[in-house]
């Protein structure tokens, strides 16, 4: 989710020299799993509004039942690793108090408007961190780290030792930070609009579908954007020296 036209030679050499030991990074995160979870989090609550609907079930029933499916998973993280991490108790808190204040409104509209009031959370939550004294780094660093750092593909370099010693690190994911800040407010606004003006029945299917598409862009906004300001280089990923050299060999060739 271009490259710079020049990159200083100690850019170059950084990662090189700082290369934390293994043992300080954090072990690379099950992105299949990530994935699969992700998965079923969109699709249960849609498959289930759809398939309760079609059974007569109201609108309020069907959007209440679908709502319950992300909370299920963290009871059931609760339960086998015995813990609830912060992200899990903000579903869960969320999804009971939208539904219970769709029961007492009445309103299958509220629910639908559930996603967006979260996701406007979310994003104000990433804004945040670039400034609140209980976040020690941006959130797109936070959440890029674990899958990024540590991997072949992005080098060996130690982020810690980058965020400390490279001005230009730091502002990186200041300003990722900031793109999916303002990605999500947009994705959030858009689903309050859709939840109170499109027929009832229309919204669950294109909720689902605004997901992937919000992530897509937003990804390929900030990957064009790392591109640019040079994070692989400074990551010392390997295939940027190397595609660096062919398009180098192309140019005297031509």
Request: glycine residues 10%; positive net charge; without cysteine.
């Amino acid at each position: 989710m271009s490259r710079p036209a020049q990159e200083t030679a100690p850019a170059q050499e950084t990662p090189a020299r700082e290369t934390a030991p293994a043992a300080s990074q954090p072990a690379p995160a099950n992105l299949r799993r990530q994935l699969a979870l992700l998965v079923l989090d969109i699709g249960a609550p849609i498959g289930l509004y759809y398939g309760l609907r079609s059974a007569g079930f109201s609108n309020l029933v069907a959007l209440g039942a679908g709502a319950i499916v992300p909370a299920a998973g963290v009871v059931v993280q609760l339960i086998t690793r015995r813990r609830l991490d912060g992200v899990g108790g903000v579903v869960v808190v969320s999804v009971l108090a939208t539904i219970v204040l769709s029961l007492i409104t009445d309103s299958p509209r509220f629910l639908l408007a559930r996603d967006g009031f979260i996701t406007a959370l979310w994003g104000l939550w990433f804004l945040a961190t670039l400034s609140a004294r209980w976040a020690r780094r941006p959130a797109a660093f936070a959440l890029a780290r674990p899958l990024m750092e540590g991997r072949r593909a992005f080098g060996p370099a130690s982020w810690d030792a980058l965020w400390a010693r490279e001005p230009r690190f730091r502002r990186i994911w200041q300003v990722s930070t900031i793109i999916w800040g303002a990605g999500l407010l947009a994705d959030a606004v858009l689903r309050v609009l859709m939840s109170y003006t499109l027929p009832i029945s229309v919204v669950p299917g294109l909720a689902g579908a605004l997901w992937p598409a919000t992530f897509v862009l937003i990804q390929v906004v900030t990957n064009v954007y790392y591109h640019r300001a040079g994070l692989y280089r400074l990551l010392g990923a390997p295939w940027v020296n190397q595609l660096a050299a062919r398009r180098g060999g192309a140019r005297l060739g031509g």
